[in-house]
C-alpha cells in the first residue's frame, strides 16, 4: 500500500510542476510579445516596460508556489532525514526568491497606483 501511495504522490508531483512551468512559459511568451510591441511601437514610457515585468513576476511566483507544492508532496510520504534536508533546501531558496520578487512588485505596483491618483511619477 505505501509504495502505490508513493506513486500517486509522484504522478501528483509531475502534474503539479508540469502545471508550474506551463504557467512560467505563458508568462515568458506574454512577456516577450509585450516587450516586442513595446519596442515595435517605439515606446520608450518606463511604465509600459515595467507593466510587462510585472506581469511576468506574477506568473513567475506562481510557478514557484507550483513547482514549492511539487516538492511538498513528492516528499510528503515517510521522507527521509535526506528528503527533508532537500526540500529545506529548495524551500529556502524558492521562499527567498518568491520573498523578494512579491517586495519588487509590491513596490512597483504601489508606485504605479500612486502615480495614476497624483498625475506624476
Not at 15 to 28: I, P, Q, S
Not at 54 to 83: C, I, K, Y
Not at 84 to 98: D, K, P, Q, V
Amino acid at each position: 500500500m505505501p509504495e502505490s501511495l508513493k506513486i500517486i504522490a509522484d504522478s501528483i508531483a509531475i502534474c503539479v510542476e508540469v502545471a508550474g512551468a506551463l504557467l512560467v512559459a505563458y508568462g515568458a511568451g506574454e512577456a516577450v510579445y509585450g516587450s516586442i510591441v513595446v519596442i515595435v511601437k517605439r515606446r520608450t514610457f518606463p511604465t509600459e516596460r515595467k507593466a510587462v515585468w510585472l506581469r511576468f513576476g506574477g506568473w513567475l511566483l506562481l510557478g514557484l508556489e507550483f513547482a514549492l507544492a511539487a516538492d511538498v508532496v513528492r516528499s510528503a510520504l515517510s521522507p527521509t532525514w535526506q528528503d527533508i534536508g532537500e526540500l529545506a533546501a529548495i524551500a529556502a531558496i524558492r521562499t527567498f526568491l518568491s520573498l523578494f520578487l512579491q517586495r519588487d512588485l509590491e513596490k512597483y505596483e504601489t508606485r504605479q497606483s500612486l502615480e495614476k491618483t497624483t498625475g506624476r511619477p
